[in-house]
């Protein structure tokens, strides 16, 4: 069954400071991985997208990885604003008969306090 | 180019009354998804739809739920004798080709919360 675990499930952290949030799947076989960012009551905006072979992506102050041997993901966030209170979810494409339908994980809810 | 565009924002039906939720896709998008998201719960897909065709769904509710997107006009998402299990926030979103593609994004509209009281 495809799975994508988040942790952690939630995190508050200080204006300005560095976090890293946790993405574990169990797509098969994979196709590629995004991370979302969900305002609270808007739908999700993509960051990043990642292939196989690569390794990180920076989009700003958001650096993803990739480390598809173990099947981790990671977003790096630096230098945190409020604005970047938000739900982020790490979202997996796998292949089902051509159709490359994606399994969502539950995301992790950051509060960012100045 | 407008974005992905749902509605009503906001939808309250009593039980046993029927839910309709539309999608308009951007423009030039002619592949649509709804998702589904409950309190706390991560989005779950329903069904992916292309022009009057449903290509795959193995998400939706086998009873009462159905969806469509015809050659004019919105996608919609019918929700037929709803219960309070089905207050949830649903999301549409479209694609310009074919979900296979690897950089093929999805664009999320901002969804419809429906209360089922």
């Known amino acids: 069954k495809n799975q994508v675990e988040q942790s952690p499930q939630s995190l508050i952290i200080l204006e300005g400071k560095n976090c890293t949030l946790q993405?574990?799947?169990?797509?098969?076989?994979?196709?590629?991985l995004r991370w979302y960012k969900q305002d609270t009551g808007r739908g999700p905006v993509s960051l990043t997208i990642?292939?196989?072979?690569?390794n990180t992506k920076s989009n700003g102050r958001y650096t993803a990885t990739l480390d598809a041997d173990t099947k981790q993901s990671s977003l790096h966030i630096t230098a945190s604003q409020l604005s970047d209170s938000a739900s982020y979810i790490c979202?997996?494409?796998?292949?089902?008969?051509?159709?490359?339908?994606?399994?969502f994980g539950r995301g992790t809810s950051l509060i960012v306090h100045p | 180019n407008a974005g992905v565009m749902q509605n009503p924002r906001h939808l309250v039906r009593r039980r046993g009354q029927e839910a309709r939720l539309r999608c308009s896709p951007m423009k030039g998008h002619s592949h649509v998804y709804w998702y589904r998201q409950l309190p706390e719960e991560g989005l779950k897909f329903m069904v992916y739809?292309?022009?009057?065709?449903?290509?795959?769904e193995s998400g939706m509710p086998k009873e009462r739920f159905s969806a469509e997107f015809p050659k004019e006009g919105p996608s919609i998402l019918r929700i037929q004798q709803v219960v309070r299990g089905d207050s949830a926030a649903y999301f549409c979103a479209s694609s310009p080709q074919a979900s296979g593609s690897s950089y093929n994004e999805q664009f999320f509209g901002p969804g419809t919360r429906l209360t089922v009281l």
């Open positions: 993405c574990n799947y169990t797509v098969s076989p994979f196709s590629n």
């Open positions: 990642m292939t196989f072979s690569e």
């Open positions: 979202v997996v494409s796998g292949s089902s008969g051509g159709s490359y339908i994606p399994t």
């Open positions: 739809l292309q022009k009057e065709n449903i290509i795959d």
